[in-house]
T-cell receptor
Framework: EDQVTQSPEALRLQEGESSSLNCSYT??????LFWYRQDPGKGPEFLFT???AGEEKEKERLKATLTKKESFLHITAPKPEDSATYLC?????????????FGKGTLLTVNP | EAQVTQNPRYLITVTGKKLTVTCSQN?????MSWYRQDPGLGLRQIYY???????DKGDVPEGYKVSRKEKRNFPLILESPSPNQTSLYFC??????????FGPGTRLLVL
């Protein structure tokens, strides 16, 4: 069974304190890994897609990396506005690329 | 502006009373999907559609129906809602491997 596990469940940082969020997956034949940001009561907002091990993508203070078993979302010098839940998702193995499995997310709080 | 819209945004209903949540996108996307989000369980896919008249089950399809008669619309139908369908629902759309856009969500309470 495909699984996506995110850790930690919650992370509290001081403004400027860099850290990383983890997304580990057990799917065969990875066909992409997606990162989203979700603010309370709102729909997830797309951040990145990664397709192959070694790939990296950056957006402002965020950098996503991918290995064969996990992905990291690195947050450099975070600001309070980076506070949100960060979700990762992968297409299910052995089937349609449109069927996605999401992790439960990491709730990030950045204190000023 | 590219967007996915859902209606209603909030709904309180009673057990057994049929309801429909509408979803519409203005980006001419082939792919649309419905998710529910529950505390501790995360986002789970209910149904998805690869194009007009083509739909398939996600991970939690029981108690739900969908239809895709037009490319822009993908309504979610609860024929006989039950309290365990109380949840936050999201519609999403994308074209191929491109960015997936989510709607603003519909908060449903079934009494």
């Amino acid at each position: 069974e495909d699984q996506v596990t995110q850790s930690p469940e919650a992370l509290r940082l001081q403004e400027g304190e860099s850290s990383s969020l983890n997304c580990s997956y057990t799917v065969s034949g990875l066909r992409g890994l997606f990162w989203y940001r979700q603010d309370p009561g709102k729909g997830p907002e797309f951040l990145f897609t990664l397709y192959s091990a070694g790939e990296e993508k950056e957006k402002e203070r965020l950098k996503a990396t991918l290995t064969k078993k996990e992905s990291f979302l690195h947050i450099t010098a975070p600001k309070p506005e980076d506070s949100a839940t960060y979700l990762c998702a992968v297409p299910n193995s052995g089937g349609s690329n449109y069927k996605l499995t999401f992790g439960k997310g990491t709730l990030l709080t950045v204190n000023p | 502006e590219a967007q996915v819209t859902q209606n209603p945004r909030y709904l309180i209903t009673v057990t057994g009373k049929k309801l429909t949540v509408t979803c519409s996108q203005n980006m001419n996307h082939e792919y649309m999907s419905w998710y529910r989000q529950d505390p501790g369980l995360g986002l789970r896919q209910i149904y998805y559609s690869m194009n007009v008249e083509v739909t398939d089950k996600g991970d939690v399809p029981e108690g739900y129906k969908v239809s895709r008669k037009e490319k822009r619309n993908f309504p979610l139908i609860l024929e006989s809602p039950s309290p365990n369908q109380t949840s936050l629902y999201f519609c999403a759309s994308r074209a191929g491997q491109e960015t997936q856009y989510f709607g603003p969500g519909t908060r449903l309470l079934v009494l």
